[in-house]
């Protein structure tokens, strides 16, 4: 079990619902990963249509925490918008917060986040931010009240991995009571394990499992990879060495002259 | 009065954000609306007064990473 800001959940994985082949596949692959949390959005509705409708009930027949987003904006204004129109349609306070400040890396404006997040913060808010691995930055999200992290380890899709463990391992020292789950440039089970391993909370993906060639198949493996990895971490791994060391006793050996 | 309703341009009889989304065949509890940037909770959707020029999105659940 996993405390996330007071919410109970059965995995560490959380998991963005586009890009599946289908809505059915999406729901098998929800269920083979385990996760109890996943990532929604909202789009413009078109007049008489009941898109929304039929994909909110298929979400809510799956029985998980919902954790709406605000990609795709680029603006303060638009991303604090779109939180308040997400908590009237979904019913809940926590946001994937994304203010978007490139538009080739997707990466976060991350001056125009922390400005979002404080407004959003105070109008009581559990603002989950899509952030780089920027320290600095994330002092600052924390300050205007932040209770969790969520750094990039490479663009958003790219399925790049962990591009600086150096710079998460550091994250991961600095904040040590703080919840940190890696967003976006997940691409193989391996990197998910990797970031477990390093000691965060959790991990949130979507294309490496949606776009694989069987979606349900790879929720699976990821979800046994951030679990691998969370119980290495907690199990106190060998640091590496310089210099062979046998793990066959030495003593007692037969001596064959 | 001239609106514009998702990006299209609109030219409607209604005065209230209510009318509007019933004259353009909105309905449900899964949407969101904000006039000019702003949100507009349902609750207030009936007596919101629309004014010409008035920029409205309407949103409602989908896919999301």
Redesign the interface.
Known sequence: MFDLLGTNLFSRLLLGTAQYPSPAILADAVKASGTSAVTVSLRREMAGGRAGEQFWSLIRSLGVKILPNTAGCHSVKEAVTTAKMAREVFGTNWIKLEVIGNHDTLQPDVFGLVEAARILCEDDFDVFPYTTDDLVVAERLLEVGCKVLMPWCAPIGSALGPVNIMALRSMRGHFPGVPLIVDAGLGRPSHAATVMELGFDAVLLNTAIARAADPVGMARAFGKAVDAGREAFSSGMLEPRNVAVPSTPTIGRAVFL | MKLM???EAHEVAATTLAELLTA???E?D?????VN???V??ANRAEFQLSDGDRI?????????
């Not at chain 2, 899964?30 to 904000?34: E, F, G, I, P």
């Not at chain 2, 999105?57 to 990473?65: H, N, T, W």
């Open positions: 309703v998702n990006g353009l065949d909105y449900g899964w949407l969101a609306t904000a940037s702003d949100l909770h349902k999105e309407i949103l409602s659940p989908m896919q999301g990473g």
